[in-house]
T-cell receptor, first 118, second 107 residues
Framework: EAGVTQFPSHSVIEKGQTVTLRCDPI?????LYWYRRVMGKEIKFLLH????????ESGMPNNRFLAERTGGTYSTLKVQPAELEDSGVYFC????????????????FGPGTRLTVL | SQQGEEDPQALSIQEGENATMNCSYK?????LQWYRQNSGRGLVHLIL?????REKHSGRLRVTLDTSKKSSSLLITASRAADTASYFC???????FGAGTRLTVKP
């Protein structure tokens, strides 16, 4: 089974430009999460999709960030216009609700996209 | 392979008992972090321990770090049903998470 994939693996852009990150979750996973880690700091939650709906977007830093999940499959995270402080590694994770009634659902993480804004 | 790998994969205890989970990593680090993930929610940062620290406390959490063994442990004392979650570790230079330890605390 293919895991969570993210594209691109690296992106270097200039301040003011636009970048779009893509995440392909594991097939059948309704939950999709975006996280960001700024250099040397802890990972921070950005938002959570359930299928195509935004369940929780409380972690989105500002309106320069736009996440979409068309059709409840892959998701994109657009940063426009990018600022220097947006540099970091953006992770995506997906999960499905446990069928056994377990109280937790394991998240599977992608390899991340390293974004550098110059 | 992942930098942070947790064990055991699953742990089930009674409320009030202590829970210990371990994490191993492969390369040198500046710090190691533990996270919790509750059902259907995102990751929550619990505690960060620096490479020059051996032990750190935060409430009912106790984290140890052994850089010679490249391992860390997370102890949750006097566990509660609300502690039921998956727990992950990650290092500062590699945020590829392992499968985590799924902790179930029975009331």
């Amino acid at each position: 089974e293919a895991g969570v994939t993210q594209f691109p693996s690296h992106s270097v852009i200039e301040k003011g430009q636009t970048v779009t990150l893509r995440c392909d979750p594991i097939s059948g996973h309704d939950n999709l999460y975006w996280y960001r880690r700024v250099m040397g700091k802890e990972i921070k939650f950005l938002l959570h999709f359930v299928k195509e709906s935004k369940q929780d977007e409380s972690g989105m830093p500002n309106n320069r960030f736009l996440a979409e999940r068309t059709g409840g499959t892959y998701s994109t995270l657009k940063v426009q216009p990018a600022e220097l402080e947006d540099s970091g590694v953006y992770f995506c994770a997906s999960s499905q609700v446990g069928t056994s009634g377990a109280s937790t659902d394991t998240q599977y993480f992608g390899p991340g996209t390293r974004l550098t804004v110059l | 392979s992942q930098q942070g790998e947790e064990d055991p994969q699953a742990l089930s205890i009674q409320e009030g008992e202590n829970a210990t989970m371990n994490c191993s990593y492969k390369t040198s680090i500046n710090n190691l972090q533990w996270y919790r993930q509750n059902s259907g929610r995102g990751l929550v940062h619990l505690i960060l321990i620096r490479s020059n620290e051996r032990e750190k406390h935060s409430g009912r959490l106790r984290v140890t770090l052994d850089t010679s063994k490249k391992s860390s442990s997370l102890l949750i004392t006097a566990s509660r049903a609300a502690d039921t979650a998956s727990y992950f570790c990650a290092t500062d230079n590699d945020m590829r998470f392992g499968a985590g330890t799924r902790l179930t605390v029975k009331p």
